[in-house]
Structures are given as C-alpha cells and as structure tokens.
C-alpha cells in the first residue's frame, strides 16, 4: 500500500526558506498526483500546490506564487516543496497526499485525495 511520509519542517525567520519533503513508500508514484495542503490551528484547510508525477504538470495556489514551488523527484519517489521568502502566515501543519489521476486535468481538490501523510509543523516567527 502507498504510504507518505512528511519531513523538513521546523522554525525558521521570516524571510527564511525551508524544503519540505514527501516521500512514497509501497508504490511507485507512477499516474498519481501529489498535492501539498495547510492548516493552522482555527483555520480552514488550505490547498497550497498540486502536480501530475507522469506530466510534471504543477500549480501553486496564489497566496504563495512566486514563493513556493512544487517539485518531483521520480528516481527518489518524492515529491518537493521549496518555500522561499516565508511569511508568519505561512505557519501550519503542511500534508502531502496523492491520488490517482484518472482523466487529464490537474486539480487541488482536497477531497479528491486518498492517501494522507501525518503533516510536518512549519513555524514562522521572529
């Protein structure tokens, strides 16, 4: 079975940088998609950035263009995200999560993802 672990999280200053990780195990991540979500504590679930393993295909969501950016590395199974420029906003525990994709369109829907990770804390502050 596929299982995704989260790793790279921690404290940084703003205007820090951090690289979080997703790693898959069980399963190649081969026609899945990957999506990276957010929450903080009384907020709701934010969807953060999405990509197509086979396609290499992603999006970001606006409130961090520019910012972060989602990556794969297919002979590692893991899939990337680079966090740069960090706000005190962007505190939350981030998950990963995959699905297969069935069709051709890329999307960043949370209820369209299966497999979960456990999340990995990100902390933003000075």
């Known amino acids: 079975q596929l299982q995704l672990v989260e790793s790279g999280g921690g404290l940084v200053s703003p205007g820090g940088s951090l690289r979080l990780s997703c790693a898959a195990s069980g399963v190649t991540l081969t026609n899945y998609a990957i999506a990276w979500f957010r929450q903080a504590p009384g907020k709701d679930q934010e969807a953060v950035a999405c990509i197509s393993i086979t396609r290499g295909i992603t999006n970001e969501a606006d409130f961090v263009q520019g910012r972060f950016t989602i990556s794969r590395d297919n002979a590692k199974n893991t899939v990337y995200l680079q966090m740069n420029t960090l706000k005190l906003e962007d505190t939350a525990v981030y998950s990963c999560?995959?699905?297969?994709?069935?069709?051709?369109?890329?999307?960043?829907?949370?209820?369209?993802?299966?497999?979960w990770g456990q999340g990995t804390q990100v902390t933003v502050s000075s």
């Open positions: 999560a995959a699905v297969r994709e069935e069709g051709d369109s890329l999307i960043c829907l949370a209820y369209e993802y299966d497999i």
